[in-house]
């Protein structure tokens, strides 16, 4: 059961002084600290593939059989065929309306989608990333280009905004309280 004490009264016994972690005999100051952290686990590379589906995506994945797997060189991204300008251009055996395009961010590779054969009617863009993520339209042919350096935009900095906050003008809300609180009580 506890004790009911006053406020103003003293402790019964004062409290002991703190214990030192560790005293000046058992560290030696002068040594830094050598340990390291464990380095972080890498992932496994992934390998730069394509497949793409005649039919509609669905919520997280594409329906259906593939008809296109497609698996590009480890080195596509310094290899000349996939780091021109255009990329390099490949015309399907048929339309497809979902692809899932898979490789690692430093490979840097993107491909672009085209309703037309041989790379004509633009359609859309994929990057290349190490999740699956489905991308849907309709395209009949591809341009598939590596090397591409990622760009990370900046955050958004709204300290800009500064000074330039002010209070909302007092508008005829007021007024208009005022005008009819002054006329209920001249009606008195």
Do not use: H
């Amino acid at each position: 059961m506890p004790q009911v004490v006053d406020r103003d009264d003293p402790p019964p016994t004062p409290p002991a002084p703190p214990k030192p972690i560790a005293t000046a005999d058992q560290v030696d100051i002068t040594q830094p600290n050598t340990t390291v952290p464990p380095p972080q686990e890498q992932k496994p590379p992934v390998p730069i593939t394509v497949r793409l589906f005649p039919s509609s995506p669905g919520v997280k994945n594409c329906r259906g059989a593939s008809f296109v797997d497609m698996e590009l060189p480890q080195n596509a991204s310094t290899e000349p065929t996939f780091t021109t300008k255009d990329g390099q251009c490949y015309n399907l055996p048929g339309t497809a309306q979902c692809g899932i395009f898979m490789g690692n961010k430093a490979d840097g590779c993107e491909a672009k989608l085209f309703r037309g054969e041989r790379c004509s009617a633009f359609s859309n863009v994929a990057v290349f990333q190490d999740e699956l993520r489905p991308v849907g339209g309709f395209f009949a042919s591809m341009s598939i280009k590596c090397g591409v350096i990622p760009v990370e935009p900046k955050p958004l900095s709204l300290g800009g905004l500064g000074g330039k906050m002010q209070k909302p003008v007092q508008g005829k809300g007021k007024k208009a309280r005022r005008a009819v609180v002054s006329a209920i009580l001249d009606d008195d």
